[in-house]
């Protein structure tokens, strides 16, 4: 089992890395949003590190002989989890971009169209000024 | 009738203006709009330089979005007729005439130049020929409807379903997904006879391991078309 010394140690960790975890929220390179998983992780890592009788509690409720296994099983099932929300986000990600970038194109093309528009109008205007002007 | 003709390019520049005369000289009847799909090779500059009607991409979005595009813009602009026509050389304008009045004729919904009707021209290899073979024998197992050149890049569309791409086109290898996701929708596709060339610039984009990714994921998209339906 673990030792005191250890638990302290594995608790520390993880308030470090809550307080990482936290500030880069505020400085806002991190999105709440996708910050709440690893924040709901961080916290019953927290727990169980606090209480390790926790875990052979889980354990045996789930069915499963030794507590680390049911460890490593859980934070494979969250990793999963976690990378195939990543996926959905990038899928989404890039159906923005596409849309974007298209309209940014088709913008672009008019605005360019506007300018020359512009630009002859401008012409035909001075030409108009200088005919007057020769009158 | 307004017709447009999209032409996406991806570093083209050696076939591109080919192209634009081909489509001013044999199919006057016919705007073009090239969409530059962030290309490396100068292709913008050559747009440029030689007044094409363009729009530029700022983000490299493959040919599926490329080509949304150019449905978008000429849904937008108010086209009655679009028609994809490739810059790479393998397409003749001289079939854009008779696509329309296949398109008109027979009040289709898409009209696409098939290879493989009168089997002339350039073939494509035999593998390749194997690959369409079986897709178009997918298409028919699943929607009953006979395409014998789901792959042709060569198909024009009225405005109804430049609506529906405008709205939503597969993002890569979109041919033969496309198809079927218009035929899903009750649309009528015909084919035309065409004769296409050996492309003159630029390479296959499938090649190597991509033609194994190329075949599952047109499968299974077809298939999740069907899903849809």
């Known amino acids: 089992m673990m030792t005191v010394k250890l638990q302290i140690v594995i608790a520390a960790a993880i308030l470090v890395v809550f307080a990482v975890l936290i500030n880069m929220i505020r400085r806002k390179s991190l999105e709440l949003k996708y910050a709440l998983s690893w924040m709901l992780v961080l916290t019953a890592l927290f727990v169980f590190a606090c209480a390790p009788w926790l875990l052979n509690v889980v354990s045996e409720f789930l069915g499963i002989y030794a507590p680390v296994n049911m460890i490593f099983f859980l934070g494979f099932c969250f990793s999963l989890l976690i990378i195939f929300t990543l996926t959905v986000a990038l899928s989404r990600l890039s159906n923005s971009v596409r849309t974007l970038d298209q309209i940014v194109a088709l913008n672009e093309k008019k605005l360019e169209e506007l300018e020359q528009a512009l630009e002859e109008e401008k012409a035909k205007n001075q030409n108009h000024i200088a005919d007057n002007e020769q009158e | ?229």
């Open chain 2, 1 to 229: 009738m307004k017709k447009i003709v999209i032409i996406p390019a991806y570093n083209e520049s050696g076939s591109l203006l080919q192209a634009v005369k081909d489509i001013e000289e044999h199919a006057p009847g016919f705007d073009y709009l090239v969409v530059n799909d962030c290309s490396t090779d100068g292709t913008l500059e050559l747009c440029r330089k030689e007044k094409l009607n363009y729009v530029n991409l700022s983000v490299n979005l493959g040919i599926g979005g490329a080509v949304q595009t150019g449905y978008l813009y000429a849904y937008q602009n108010g086209y009655d007729v679009a028609v994809q026509f490739d810059g790479d050389g393998q397409h003749d304008a001289r079939y854009l005439e008779q696509m329309a009045e296949e398109l008109e004729r027979t009040s289709s919904d898409m009209v696409i130049g098939s290879r493989f009707i009168e089997k002339e021209g350039f073939q494509s290899s035999g593998l390749r020929r194997v690959g369409i073979r079986y897709f178009s024998l997918l298409i028919r197992l699943l929607t009953g409807k006979r395409v014998t050149d789901p792959t042709s890049g060569m198909r024009m569309v009225n405005r109804d379903v430049m609506g529906i791409y405008a709205e939503s086109y597969p993002k890569d290898y979109p041919e033969p997904e496309s198809v079927v996701a218009i035929l899903r929708l009750g649309k009528k596709v015909t084919e035309v006879p065409v004769v296409m060339r050996e492309r003159q610039g630029g390479v296959s984009s499938i090649h190597g391991f991509k033609t194994i990714y190329y075949m599952i994921k047109v499968t299974l998209a077809i298939c999740m078309e069907r899903l849809r339906g």
